[in-house]
């Protein structure tokens, strides 16, 4: 079997359309839609169906994917790293949510770069979870940090920390709501506290709530800002009250900056997942990095 053939399968299963993998691999599309053609015909047996948005693998096409992916995968490796030349360095590329992978994932991988690391560069990219989900089915990214576990079996998920979340706001504001009446459910009221997000859609305020109170906060969000830790910086400056990750606003809530608004006896919580395509752990280089967080997520939760 023609390994060009497999190479294109294989961006195409990662892809999900011809189009995006004819760019990744600098073809036509009529050029990978007639090697995905001949493959299918060497076969006896479909491996795509083709639907108006890109295409869906059937069994078959799953199947060869999930037993060819990996073996690929390490030839790539090998033909970029090469043979002879143990002195040049591999480069791992990580993505994940923003202020997670810089706050937490970067400063503990930067261990294992440089001279007296052991072996690795590091590129990083930030993006949500179906973008980076993507970005790593597609390969473009080694390693990938998540909120999200991903479905199937061309990509292999780690449960690799909880994040506990919390209400909080200035001191000032604290009192402020405090001589507020709470709902009978125990919910701060909210119609006269500016929330800050980071979308309007109120996603870490909401999921609070419903965890927490079992309701929908009753303001909308007066500041929405894209980034977390944006948002602290807001929440520090008396913009209003905030959801955050306890490990991003734990130095502001001991200096008194900020206080919590709320003890819930359970906390909500949200699993992050380290995630990698099935395979690609025996590269060294992914492996390595792979064990690395896991170990170091010991002392984050």
């Known amino acids: 079997m023609d390994l060009a053939l497999l190479r294109t399968f294989v961006t195409?299963?990662?892809a999900g359309s011809f189009t995006r993998a004819a760019a990744?691999?600098?073809?036509?599309?009529?050029?990978?839609?007639?090697?995905?053609?001949?493959?299918?015909?060497q076969l006896g047996r479909p491996l795509f169906l083709r639907q108006a948005r890109g295409v869906t693998p059937t069994t078959i096409g799953d199947e060869l994917a999930h037993k060819a992916a990996p073996h690929l995968d390490a030839?790539?490796?090998?033909?970029?790293t090469g043979l002879d030349d143990e002195s040049s360095l591999r480069t791992l590329h990580l993505a994940g949510p923003p202020e997670f992978t810089a706050e937490r994932a970067l400063p503990a991988l930067t261990e294992l770069t440089g001279e007296e690391g052991q072996g690795f560069a590091l590129r990083a990219s930030f993006g949500n979870a179906e973008e980076t989900l993507e970005g790593l089915a597609a390969g473009h990214h080694d390693l990938a940090i998540t909120t999200a576990r991903p479905r199937g079996a061309l990509l292999t998920a780690t449960p690799l920390c909880d994040e506990e979340h919390v209400l909080v706001a200035t001191p000032q504001r604290a009192e402020q709501i405090g001589s507020d009446k709470p709902d009978l459910k125990g919910a701060p009221a909210l119609e006269d506290v500016p929330v800050i997000e980071v979308?309007?859609?109120?996603?870490?305020v909401s999921r609070y709530w419903a965890s927490v109170f079992d309701s929908r906060p009753g303001a909308p969000g007066t500041v929405?800002?894209?980034?977390?830790?944006?948002?602290?910086?807001?929440a520090v400056?008396?913009?209003?009250?905030?959801?955050?990750?306890?490990y991003l606003c734990?130095?502001?809530?001991?200096?008194?900056?900020?206080?919590?608004?709320?003890?819930?006896?359970?906390p909500p919580l949200r699993t992050?997942?380290?995630?990698?395509?099935?395979?690609?752990?025996?590269?060294?280089?992914?492996?390595?990095?792979?064990?690395?967080?896991?170990?170091?997520?010991?002392?984050?939760?």
């Open 224 to 234: 929405i800002v894209p980034d977390l830790r944006a948002v602290l910086a807001c």
């Open 199 to 204: 979308h309007e859609s109120l996603p870490f």
């Open 12 to 14: 195409v299963h990662r």
């Open 24 to 41: 990744l691999l600098g073809l036509s599309q009529p050029a990978v839609t007639s090697q995905i053609r001949t493959l299918e015909r």
């Open 272 to 301: 992050y997942f380290l995630v990698v395509r099935t395979g690609t752990l025996a590269m060294p280089h992914v492996a390595r990095a792979h064990e690395w967080l896991l170990r170091a997520a010991n002392d984050w939760c």
């Open 75 to 80: 030839l790539v490796e090998i033909a970029e």
């Open 250 to 266: 734990a130095a502001a809530l001991e200096r008194g900056e900020i206080v919590a608004l709320h003890e819930p006896a359970v």
């Open 237 to 246: 400056a008396g913009a209003g009250l905030a959801v955050l990750p306890r």
